[in-house]
């Protein structure tokens, strides 16, 4: 759905991959935020430092391009910061943010307003340690990830009761 996907076993943002690539992986302690080809993550979030969150997802990968930047008047997030995931952080109270490699794929807009609404759901909520529950996460993609609208308002009431119906 999106840059999300699952790649051994846990669900992660971005495309691992690509030469140098940055991925932000969902854990069940957190987010790690990962460089290929090393080991240690680059950074580590826990769910419990986290106030908000909400991801940013370039439709195509020149739209994350720093040119993008200056050709951009949709009010979408394009740039250098259309991949990624930010929020703000407790203790201390900050913003935080951590951009991904996008996959060459292109992603679907559908798929794009429906990730973004579920980090804003999952915010709204205080839940966004569910981000971190592989199988409730697998629920919650296989839900929503045939949706294909442009029409936004639709596809955020479709999570809304996607979330509601898996318990949050």
Request: charged share 20%.
């Amino acid at each position: 759905m999106g840059p999300l996907e699952v790649v051994g076993g846990l669900w992660v943002i971005g495309d691992p991959t690509r030469k140098s690539g940055l991925s932000i992986a969902l854990t069940p302690e957190g987010l790690e935020h990962r460089r290929r080809g090393e080991a240690a993550p680059l950074v580590t979030v826990e769910w419990g430092q986290c106030v908000n969150l909400g991801v940013r997802a370039a439709y195509r990968s020149w739209h994350a391009s720093p040119a993008a930047a200056v050709a951009n008047q949709s009010g979408h997030y394009w740039g250098r910061d259309g991949c990624s995931l930010q929020g703000n952080l407790r203790r201390p109270y900050e913003h935080w943010s951590a951009r991904y490699t996008h996959h060459e794929r292109r992603y679907g807009v559908g798929h794009v307003i429906v990730l973004e609404a579920l980090f804003d759901q999952l915010s709204d909520a205080k839940a966004l340690d569910r981000l971190g529950d592989p199988q409730w996460l697998g629920s919650a993609v296989t839900a929503l990830s045939s949706y294909t609208s442009w029409y936004a308002p639709k596809g955020k009431r479709l999570v809304k009761a996607t979330v509601r119906t898996l318990g949050v």
